[in-house]
């Protein structure tokens, strides 16, 4: 695989990125700084089959979901290099870029490419979500993943660990060889997926409830 070998050098969280960022240029101190994650409305997810049909998707194969912008720091070109080494398993991938006909003309024939597509029915629609990203902050869109009972596979960047949680809810990988054999391993274990799936709505519910973002925001402000 391209790039197997590659290192995904791990980042600070997002929160100590801003408080080192906004001290040196002299914009408060670190410790007046907090981060509040994003707070979503729970979904309701649509039936597999019928988001299947509605998407054009085969009906038993197994897919990945790649959903997001298609530029150079999302990385979308190492989702393809992932279904070029898994021909037998489906790659989904949702969002629009710079990057977008690039990645289009390299796609291999078990990659769909959805352009900007309704998230509830991309998530409803597919076994597992992926991430690529070279740098990230709290991705909405593995949160959406969780939400829909969702394993993911994500690289450990940015915030990331904030939502998946490696041997939990999915796999963090700091190696892209590490992406290519967990990818291999959830199609081909089904308690593992579902096990991972559970996991995963319940750090959803309990982190990223839109009730949680308003509570958190009124403690702030009582706080001043």
Not at 44 to 70: E, H, S
Not at 127 to 149: M, P
Request: proline residues 4%; aromatic residues 10%; glycine residues 8%.
């Amino acid at each position: 695989m391209c790039g197997v070998a590659s290192h995904l050098v791990p980042q600070f969280s997002q929160l100590h990125v801003y408080q080192l960022s906004f001290s040196d240029s002299g914009i408060g101190k670190k410790n007046q700084w907090t981060s509040i994650p994003p707070g979503l409305e729970q979904f309701k997810p649509i039936n597999k089959i019928k988001a299947r049909q509605f998407l054009g998707l085969q009906k038993k194969l197994f897919y990945i979901g790649w959903l997001g912008r298609f530029e150079e720091v999302k990385n979308p070109n190492l989702d393809i290099e992932l279904a070029k080494h898994n021909p037998k398993i489906g790659f989904v991938m949702g969002g629009g870029g710079n990057l977008l006909q690039n990645v289009k003309n390299k796609s291999p024939e078990n990659v769909l490419i959805l352009d900007w597509v309704d998230s509830n029915i991309f998530w409803s629609s597919v076994d597992c979500a992926l991430s690529t990203s070279k740098s990230e902050g709290i991705s909405v869109s593995l949160i959406e993943a969780a939400f829909h009972s969702l394993p993911i596979i994500a690289t450990n960047v940015g915030s990331t660990s904030e939502i998946v949680e490696s041997n939990l809810n999915g796999f963090l990988c700091n190696f892209n060889y590490q992406l290519l054999s967990s990818v291999k391993k959830l199609a081909k274990d089904k308690n593992l997926l579902s096990k991972f799936g559970i996991e995963s709505r319940k750090i959803a519910l309990n982190k990223f409830k839109s009730d949680i973002l308003k509570r958190r925001h009124v403690l702030l402000y009582e706080e001043l």
